[in-house]
């Protein structure tokens, strides 16, 4: 915990006071390390100190009930003026964990694990830092290390390609480059001639996991989920650059994220549905509960390979209907609306442009 904590002070993740009686700042909420914290002491005594007090807030957030404090939240990053915030969105207005002195954006939010939430929830109960809506969405977050894929994680996916039901998670990537928000336009390049959609719902780390992790331990470490959007080139992941996927599946705008980040609490991953709309007729009607591999069975699989780390996604898998498999196939093309939505979180909807 005070590694992690340390470098959230050295980045200015959050802001952060430290007076000569030991009462600390967090974000707003106040925290009090029943320690000294004198004019001389050193930069590591002060921010050793506050993470103590950290701990204990963390520790307020108790197991899974948190300890009286309502988790369940819908993260958000949208504009104001001109910059980018991050809050928390209630049915009619968005509490400002920017303007509350909270978190810079989503990323810092997630970087500062459970303490992040019970802090946001201390906000909102508060009745402070309230942004009428409607307001200008962003991507719930961005700036991430790694987007991973799951390919091939749900049967009649599976099934309309007629291919075998995976025995391992089908692992590949995008880039951060391809994340945009809802409302962005996706780029008909002329690259491609074989734009394709997928509705994909999302994982968001919230805490770094370690190395091989099991599925029974894989759910702590989730912050929560979003709608995903993985646009793909299918020439370019099919047909072209030696059979890898990578350069098919991760140009500009490619991933579509949003409306929000549903705390882990909020939802059950494995049981919505999820959909997908091309000028608004449905072409993918999906339900969770035909994937292959869990949420917690993904984020098992991954860690035993790269260590994952807050505020990385990982997109679950699409359901059938994708327009590479259909008969005749239906390529995006320019003046298509792509709305994809999914139970509980809500919907993204972007332009083909």
């Not at 292959?292 to 780390?309: A, G, H, M, N």
């Amino acid at each position: 915990m005070f590694g992690r904590f340390a470098r959230m002070f050295h980045h200015k993740a959050v802001a952060l006071r430290v007076g000569a009686v030991g009462a600390g700042v967090f974000g707003g909420v106040a925290l009090h390390t029943h320690a000294s914290a004198a004019a001389g002491d050193t930069l590591y005594d002060k921010v050793a100190a506050l993470a103590k007090a950290v701990e204990a807030l963390e520790a307020k957030s108790g197991g899974g009930g948190g300890g009286g404090y309502d988790l369940k939240m819908r993260i958000v990053q949208f504009e104001i003026g001109g910059a980018v915030h991050c809050g928390i969105e209630l049915p009619n207005e968005i509490v400002d964990l920017t303007a509350a002195g909270f978190a810079t954006d989503s990323l810092s939010l997630a970087r500062m694990g459970k303490a992040g939430l019970v802090g946001a929830a201390e906000i909102v109960k508060s009745g402070a830092s309230r942004v009428s809506k409607p307001v200008k969405l962003k991507a719930p977050i961005d700036g991430v290390q790694k987007v991973i894929c799951v390919g091939m994680n749900y049967v009649e996916h599976c099934t309309e390609q007629n291919m075998a039901v995976p025995t391992e998670p089908l692992i590949f990537n995008k880039f951060s480059n391809c994340i945009c928000a809802t409302g962005d336009t996706l780029p008909k390049d002329p690259e491609t001639n074989e734009l394709d959609y997928e509705v994909e719902l999302a994982i968001v780390i919230g805490q770094t996991v370690p190395r091989r992790t099991s599925e029974a331990d894989a759910g702590q470490y989730i912050l929560g989920y979003t709608v995903a959007h993985d646009v793909s080139a299918r020439d370019w992941q099919l047909k072209k650059n030696g059979g890898q996927w990578l350069l098919g599946k991760t140009f500009d705008n490619y991933l579509p994220l949003g409306p929000a980040i549903v705390t882990k609490d909020s939802i059950d991953p494995c049981n919505v549905g999820l959909r997908c709309r091309v000028n608004g007729r449905t072409l993918q009607d999906g339900h969770t509960r035909e994937f292959v591999f869990t949420p917690t069975q993904v984020v098992s699989w991954i860690s035993k390979f790269v260590t994952l780390v807050p505020g990385d996604v990982i997109c679950t898998g699409t359901p059938s209907g994708v327009g590479c498999f259909r008969k005749p196939q239906i390529w995006l093309k320019s003046g298509d609306v792509v709305e994809c939505e999914i139970d509980g979180i809500g919907t993204i909807t972007n332009p083909v442009v």
